[in-house]
């Protein structure tokens, strides 16, 4: 069993930056997939970023050029660093950890992120 706790959402005006962190009670270094959804409210969750087997990464089209998923494997920590964020960019963002292809995944309990226009 693997407990991820989320950190670094909070409210910021359009244009600003905000950096989430997910804190893994174990090992992710050889993860098959991190990565972060987010769910706005009246919507499906959608997923933001994902790394694959600690290497390849992916984004949305909505967050290209401005969200980067990074992994600490030493620290046990996922991060989104959020850039040039926009309204639309409201909603609970949650971490997401899957050991293996045949394993089930892990999720954090969400932050919210709030952006102002």
């Known amino acids: 069993q693997v407990r991820l706790v989320e950190s670094g959402g909070g409210l910021v005006q359009a244009g600003g930056s905000l950096r989430l962190s997910c804190a893994a009670s174990?090992?992710?270094?050889?993860?098959?997939?991190t990565a972060w959804y987010r769910q706005a409210p009246g919507k499906q969750r959608e997923l933001v970023a994902k790394?694959?087997?600690?290497?390849?990464?992916n984004y949305a089209d909505s967050v290209k050029g401005r969200f980067t998923i990074s992994n600490d494997n030493a620290k046990k920590t996922m991060y989104l660093q959020m850039n040039s964020l926009k309204p639309e960019d409201t909603a609970v963002y949650y971490c997401y950890y899957r050991p293996s292809v045949v394993a089930s995944a892990y999720w954090g309990q969400g932050t919210q992120v709030t952006v102002s226009s």
């Open positions: 790394i694959t087997y600690g290497a390849s990464t």
């Open positions: 174990g090992s992710i270094a050889d993860a098959y997939v």
